[in-house]
């Protein structure tokens, strides 16, 4: 795994944790920025996926 790989699996855990915290002490900010920091890993994990994935597919060369 690449370090951007652990980055966003990082910030998912911590979105998670934060979720947890928030719930557990009536704590609506912080829940909340737990969803957020959640939501936004996995969106930052799909872009770079599809962009890994489109461009591997424009690289590979063309038959003439």
Do not use: C, H, R
Request: no cysteine.
């Amino acid at each position: 795994m690449s370090k951007t790989d652990w980055a966003i699996v990082a910030i998912l855990i911590l979105g998670f944790l934060l979720f947890l915290y928030g719930a557990n002490y009536y704590n609506a900010v912080v829940g909340y920025a737990g969803i957020y920091l959640f939501i936004g890993g996995i969106a930052a994990y799909l872009i770079i996926y599809i962009f890994k994935e489109l461009k591997k597919k424009d690289s590979t060369p063309q038959k003439v």
